[in-house]
């Protein structure tokens, strides 16, 4: 399993939080999604048949802007 850790903003609460977390989740091999509004971070395992781009997209169109990422 690969892993990917972004700082983002744009989470202001858990609704945003949960929306966030539940259109990852409906990605073909995300197996883990944590998000820390309070450190406006968000760590996700993934496959290695996922498209990292695919998870960015879903994050942006959520309404958040990633801005930074490392990879783990």
Do not use: F, P, W
Not at 44 to 67: H, L, P, W
């Amino acid at each position: 399993m690969n892993r990917v850790h972004y700082n983002i903003s744009g989470i202001q609460n858990s609704e945003m939080k949960t929306q966030l977390k539940n259109a990852l989740e409906k990605l073909d091999g995300i197996s883990m999604v944590n998000v820390d509004v309070a450190r406006e971070s968000i760590e996700i395992g993934y496959r290695d048949s996922t498209d990292e781009n695919s998870i960015k997209s879903c994050i942006e169109n959520v309404g958040c802007n990633i801005i930074s990422q490392t990879d783990r």
